[in-house]
C-alpha cells in the first residue's frame, strides 16, 4: 500500500472512533497527509476554507484542485474542484458530498463563525466539533516509510548547512549559497526562515510534504559534546517533559515533534512537562549555550535515538 494510503488509514480509523463521519480540513499539513496530494505551495496566512472533505465511512475525498497534476490516482477527476469566493458555490460543493446531509458529526481542523454556519446549513443534523487533535495524534508517531523521507529531507538541509558553512562571505551570502544548495540537492520550499548568522547556520525544508532540518556551529564541538547530545540520548520512550529538562543543559533548548512541518510535542523550560515521548516519534532537537548552538531531527526508537541526517557538516 502506498504510503499517502496508509496515513489515510491512520486518519480515518482515529476519525471513526472519534464517532466522526465527515471531515472538514483547510489546513494543508492534514490535507496533504490524508490525500497525497502534492498542491501549489504559498507562504503566508490565509483565511479557512473547505480545501478537502473526507467521508470516513467510505473514504471518498473531494479536493479543491484546479488540475490533476500531483494527484494520486485514487481521488476521481470528477472529485476535484476549482478555487472560488462565491459562498452559494461553496455550499454547493459541500452539500453534493455524499454523507454530508445525513451526518451527525462533522470535524473540522480549523474555521470561522461564517463557515460554521455553511457547515450548520449543509450538514443540518450534525455536531460540528475540532478534529485537529484527533488529527494530530495520528501523526504523532511515524511509519517506516515517514521516516524514511524525513530523512532524505534532512540530507537536503545538510548540503545547506555544510555550503553554508564552507562559505567564507557575509551573512548574506552564506545564507544565499546555502539556499541555492538546498534547491539543488532537491527543495525550495523553506521548512522555517533560513538562518546564517555570525557562526551559526540552521536550514530546514519540506521535501515531498515531509520537513528535515539541523543547526550548527561553525568549527563548532563534536557530536558527542553538542549543547543537545545529553538532550538526545534523553529523548527514549516513556521519558516524560520533566525527564527533558533534568537532561538539558544550561541555556536555551528546545524540543518539538517534527513531520508535516512543526509539529507537536512542545516541550522546553516553560512548556510541555507532563508530554509522553513515545517509540516511532520524530523530533527537531535543539539547544544552544553561550556560542555553540546545534540542532538535529531524531528518531525514537526502542533503544538508543537515531539522528536522521546522514551527513555531517
Excluded at 496508509?6 to 482515529?14: H, I, K, P
Excluded at 449543509?122 to 524514511?148: Q, Y
Aim: glycine share 10%.
Amino acid at each position: 500500500m502506498s504510503l499517502h494510503l496508509q496515513r489515510r488509514t491512520r486518519a480515518v480509523d482515529a476519525l471513526a472512533a472519534a464517532g466522526i463521519d465527515m471531515l472538514v480540513a483547510g489546513r494543508q499539513d492534514h490535507i496533504n497527509y490524508i490525500t497525497g496530494a502534492h498542491q501549489l505551495w504559498t507562504a503566508g496566512a490565509r483565511p479557512f476554507g473547505p480545501v478537502c472533505t473526507l467521508n470516513v465511512a467510505t473514504g471518498e475525498i473531494f479536493l479543491l484542485s484546479t488540475w490533476d497534476e500531483g494527484v494520486p490516482e485514487d481521488i476521481d477527476l470528477d472529485h476535484l474542484h476549482g478555487i472560488t469566493w462565491n459562498g452559494a458555490i461553496i455550499y454547493q460543493r459541500l452539500a453534493a458530498n455524499p454523507g454530508m446531509a445525513a451526518a451527525q458529526r462533522v470535524g473540522v481542523d480549523a474555521w470561522s463563525p461564517g463557515m460554521a454556519g455553511l457547515l450548520s446549513a449543509v450538514a443540518p443534523n450534525a455536531e460540528i466539533v475540532p478534529a485537529d487533535d484527533i488529527l494530530l495524534r495520528a501523526r504523532r508517531t511515524k511509519l517506516p516509510s515517514e521516516v524514511d523521507a524525513i530523512r532524505a529531507a534532512c540530507a537536503v538541509a545538510a548540503e545547506a548547512a555544510e555550503a553554508a558553512l564552507a562559505h567564507p562571505g557575509t551573512d548574506a551570502q552564506r545564507l544565499a549559497v546555502g539556499v541555492e544548495a538546498m534547491a539543488l540537492a532537491g527543495s525550495s520550499t523553506p521548512a522555517a526562515e533560513p538562518r546564517a548568522r555570525g557562526p551559526v547556520v540552521d536550514f530546514s525544508c519540506i521535501r515531498f510534504h515531509y520537513e528535515g532540518g539541523l543547526g550548527r556551529t561553525a568549527g563548532g564541538a563534536p557530536p558527542e559534546a553538542r549543547p543537545h547530545a545529553a538532550l538526545i540520548a534523553a529523548c527514549v520512550p516513556g521519558a516524560t517533559g520533566h525527564d527533558l529538562r533534568q537532561a538539558a543543559p544550561d541555556g536555551d533548548w528546545l524540543i518539538r515533534g517534527s513531520g508535516m512541518g512543526f509539529e507537536p510535542p512542545v516541550i522546553n523550560p516553560h512548556y510541555g512537562k507532563s508530554e509522553v515521548l513515545e517509540e516511532h516519534m520524530v523530533l527537531s532537537v535543539s539547544a544552544a549555550t553561550g556560542a555553540e548552538y546545534a540542532r538535529d531531527t531524531v528518531l525514537v526508537t526502542e533503544s538508543t535515538p537515531e539522528i536522521l541526517s546522514s551527513e555531517e557538516p
